[in-house]
């Protein structure tokens, strides 16, 4: 699997290299640029970005 931390373009990389579905591939294009430490902040990343909070990385939004 992909290493972690990981940025978008790595994580768009892997995706490609494996074959990922156009809706995968939609929803990491759509992700903030930043670092991702695990896969519950690409899961809680993507959920932001599907309910229009998305625009902040990552490691600048708040704890909570």
């Known amino acids: 699997g992909v290493r972690f931390p990981a940025r978008q373009w790595e994580l768009l990389s892997w995706a490609d290299y494996n074959g990922a579905d156009a809706h995968t591939r ?3 294009w759509a992700l903030p640029s930043g670092e991702y430490r695990n896969i519950a902040e690409i899961a809680a990343a993507v959920a932001a970005t ?3 909070q998305a625009g902040q990385s990552p490691a ?3 704890p909570g």
């Open 60 to 62: 600048r939004r708040a």
């Open 50 to 52: 599907s309910r229009g």
């Open 26 to 28: 939609r929803a990491l």
